[in-house]
């Protein structure tokens, strides 16, 4: 048998090897710098994407139903040693890469990149987009109808790409995109589970291994609720994830690095907007231990959501 008949099987070429999708970092803008470290990828190779750059990118035919890719950006993109998203907020990411609601060869393009195996990076909206999104936001909204049941039922004031496993993020600390807004695109939409981004913090996903792992001296947190969405009180676990530990999320499961010692008597409450979340220690949690450049690492910690406002009123503004 030849060597062509060897690696030909009716007709057709043996399959190659499959290409791994490539890791993504989701950061905060004070973690940002270590996860453009972390690829060591810079310099013309180094692919920096934002709303205001990607304007006039998409071109829309005269039906409004197709989109064409700038050919230099499309060159640009499969050239690149990482891509990185950063700026913006969601409604700027969405019209960006889903003009008129159609999701356009850009958007194509960034998903083949990476499943070939090009690294991502999100920074703030650009780490919600890549993942499940973000916090309601007003401004340009993605959105033609504005009633609730078409938000509900269509998401795309909320949803990202979901290439990243974390939930609804949140990645500031102001009124618009911060755990408050989090909290109340929750209550609004019948969320589960949200994070958000403290300090300077980024957080590495790899499809292959099926984890995230936590680094920098901030902290992921991840809240799940678990009740009556517009119920008065609200409880559910929450995990509060520092430098080194791991998030299984198909396992629903956190590993905490080596040397973690147990969590005695903790009793914190947090006043976040229209919100007040009670957060106790539970059996078996676990602190990190802490040094001078990290926040300790919280794990298994049962919180407590008590709506101060209206329960069941829509307290996000209406979109301009």
């Given at each position: 048998?030849?060597a ?57 035919d ?13 060159e ?30 850009l ?39 504005y ?16 290439l ?14 911060g ?85 005695e ?24 231990p ?31």
């Open positions: 048998m030849g062509a008949a060897a690696i030909v099987l009716c007709g057709r070429a043996a399959p190659g090897p499959r290409a791994e999708a490539g890791a993504i970092h989701l950061a905060s803008t004070g973690g940002a710098q270590a996860a453009r470290a972390a690829l060591a990828c810079d310099g013309a190779h180094h692919l920096l994407l934002s709303p205001v750059e990607l304007e006039g990118a998409e071109h829309l005269a039906s409004g139903m197709r989109a064409r890719t700038d050919a230099a950006l499309r640009r993109l499969s050239a690149a040693c990482c891509v990185e998203l950063r700026g913006g907020d969601l409604a700027g990411w969405w019209h960006a890469f889903f003009p008129e609601g159609e999701r356009s060869p958007s194509r393009a960034l998903y083949a990149a990476w499943r070939r195996g090009t690294p991502l990076i999100g920074v703030d909206a650009g780490a919600a987009f890549l993942c499940g999104g973000g916090p309601a936001v007003t401004g340009r909204w993605p959105l033609k109808e009633d609730r049941k078409d938000d509900y039922a269509r998401g795309r004031a909320l949803t990202g790409l979901g990243g496993p974390l939930p609804l993020l949140a990645w500031g600390s102001d009124a618009a995109t755990p408050a807004a989090l909290l109340d695109s929750m209550e609004r939409y019948g969320l589960e589970t949200v994070a958000w981004l403290e300090g300077a913090v980024w957080a590495e996903f790899l499809p292959r291994k099926r984890e995230v792992t936590v680094h920098g001296p901030g902290r992921l947190a991840l809240l799940v609720l678990d009740g009556p969405h517009r119920a008065r009180q609200v409880i559910g676990p929450l995990w509060e994830l520092g430098d080194g530990c791991r998030w299984q999320p198909w396992l629903q499961r956190v590993v905490a690095p080596p040397g973690a010692r147990p969590l008597g903790l009793l914190e409450k947090r006043v976040l907007g229209d919100h007040l979340l009670e957060i106790h220690s539970r059996p078996g949690s676990e602190l990190c802490s040094g001078a450049d990290k926040l300790p690492s919280r794990l298994l910690l049962a919180a407590r959501l008590v709506r101060k406002g209206p329960v069941g009123r829509d307290r996000l503004p209406q979109p301009l």
